[in-house]
């Protein structure tokens, strides 16, 4: 799956989850940020992205997995791993 | 009139071994950030009770404002404080007298101990705000302020008692957590208790339309807070707790309070919470095993509870509601091994998030009177270590240097970087079950 692919299916599990139209949400923008998130939340949106691309980020990046850009960089670099 | 309704409300740790280390762990750090960040609903309520003839502002300071800086001025101030910031209250409240505003003191510890506040205020205020503020504005304005008012122990969420908080005075500010309370006090009385408890008569819970209008009320002030029910205990009744969560099944929000580990004994309890958003539930367990639990309340409920904790936090959390764990330590049955004890039971229960506390004789408590007699308190008034991490007594079974020490250890154990992530992915992979 590219890049682009990939950041089209983060937005709109973002979106769903969140609720909000996050169709001008810049690639490096903080999510927890716009969106208001808590820690939980944050959580819970990571687990489901995990969950829908079948990956596991590692827990130490788990804290830089704030923007959809980095998200999309975590998901193509956890897919080259194997899925624990 | 223009009134300064003043909240002293920061939190800080008085023990210089224990401040350093905190700053320094991740989850320890994040919860005190969390409790000092959420706005006073009791002077929020204040003001939802003061006629709107009069302005109203309402500020918040962590720390006293240094002395060359001038005050704002204010026809009348009120100020309300927490045990452990009850000095920088007071000398708050003597600046203002001394520049000729008249000062007005409430709260828990003013209620706990008038007699002592009253010295640094024109009138205190004990017990709720409700039934006592109004009287007390109404004879401010004619000039004949008495010294004490007296609020309602009971029937406070009973009209004509019950305000709607004022949570528009919160417009503007970056609060990402707000509070709303759905009941005031708590049949447990465990004997450390500190909380609202000790200024009612009774159990009192507020009718759940009241609670939907406050939450959408606060809505409207930002737009998808985190709400945090300010309670001692919510779910002591089940059918009024399931009446609550199906009310806020449809709101749509995230939310946080405090019970007891009896929410677990209730599937259907367990399943609404769930659905109405609620992300965790503060659970005090206080201690791993049932023999440091004796005595702790009349009726040594949270003993005769203790077998079950580690089943009913799998309940709890298999549904994809967190559970914070609350710990004391140094309570009278607790010797030097509890520290492992604690330790390794949250390692057992897999608790996404742990609260560890030291006992503390708050004035006003049938512990703080326990001890005083048995002679173990730190002479009077500690109140500025009533922090919740600072020991001010003597310990039954270790000395305060091994509680102290004790503590920092377990602090470094439960609250590093690799048990926060640990924390974090337990979370992570009980929400993929749900989802």
Partial sequence: MKGEEVERLVRALLGELSRSDVSALGRDEDLVEHLGLDSLQGLSFLAAVEKRFQVRFPDELLAALRSVGALVEGIQSARKEPVA | ?435
């Avoid at chain 2, 706005?39 to 939802?48: E, Q």
């Avoid at chain 2, 005083?372 to 240097?401: I, N, Q």
């Fill in chain 2, 1 to 435: 009139m223009r009134i300064g309704l003043i909240a002293m409300s920061g939190v800080r740790v008085r023990n210089p071994e224990l401040a350093a280390l905190g700053v320094s762990l991740p989850q320890f750090v994040s919860r005190g950030r969390v409790i000092a960040s959420l706005p006073s609903l009791g002077l929020l309520t204040v003001a939802g009770l003061t006629p709107r003839e009069h302005e109203v502002l309402y500020l918040e300071f962590a720390e006293l404002p240094p002395a060359d800086q001038e005050l704002e001025r204010f026809d009348l101030v009120g100020i309300s404080s927490f045990t452990a910031q009850i000095d920088e209250a007071y000398a708050l409240a003597d600046r203002y007298r001394a520049i000729g505003v008249p000062v007005a003191l409430g709260g828990l510890h003013v209620s706990l101990l008038p007699e002592e506040a009253a010295r640094h205020a024109d009138a205190i205020v004990v017990n709720g705000a409700e039934g006592a503020w109004p009287r007390l504005l109404q004879d401010f304005q004619a000039g004949r302020m008495q010294p004490r008012y007296e609020g309602l122990r009971a029937r406070v969420f009973e009209e004509p008692n019950y305000v709607l908080p004022r949570f528009e005075l919160l417009r503007g500010r970056p609060y990402n957590r707000l509070t709303v309370q759905t009941s005031r006090g708590c049949p447990l009385d465990c004997e450390f208790c500190a909380a609202s408890l000790r200024i009612t008569s009774s159990f009192q819970q507020k009718p759940v339309d009241k609670v939907v209008a406050e939450i959408r009320a606060a809505r409207e002030v930002t737009s998808q807070p985190f709400f945090e029910l300010a309670d001692d205990n919510t779910f002591i009744s089940k059918k009024w707790g399931k009446e609550l969560l199906r009310a806020l099944r449809p709101l749509g929000i995230r939310w946080f309070t405090e019970t007891d580990i009896s929410v677990a004994d209730d599937e259907e309890l367990l399943e609404l919470l769930a659905e109405s958003g609620c992300a965790q539930v503060l659970i005090g367990l206080e201690s791993p095993d049932a023999g440091s639990l004796a005595s702790l309340d009349p009726h040594n409920w949270k003993q005769r509870r203790c077998d079950d904790y580690l089943r009913a936090i799998e309940r709890i959390q298999s549904r994809g509601v967190s559970v914070n764990g609350c710990f004391i330590l140094g309570l009278d049955n607790h010797g030097p091994d509890i520290f492992e004890k604690v330790r390794d039971f949250v390692a057992r229960a897999g608790l996404i998030e742990v609260q560890v506390t030291v006992q503390t004789p708050f004035p006003g408590t049938p512990l703080h009177a326990r001890l005083k007699r048995e002679g173990r308190l730190l002479p009077e008034p500690y109140w500025d270590r009533c922090t919740l991490f600072d020991v001010t007594y003597e310990p039954l079974h270790m000395s305060r240097a091994e509680l102290e020490a004790g503590m920092r250890w377990l602090f470094s154990e439960l609250y590093n970087e690799r048990e926060f992530l640990q924390r974090k992915r337990r979370y992570m992979e009980l929400v993929k079950q749900r989802i």
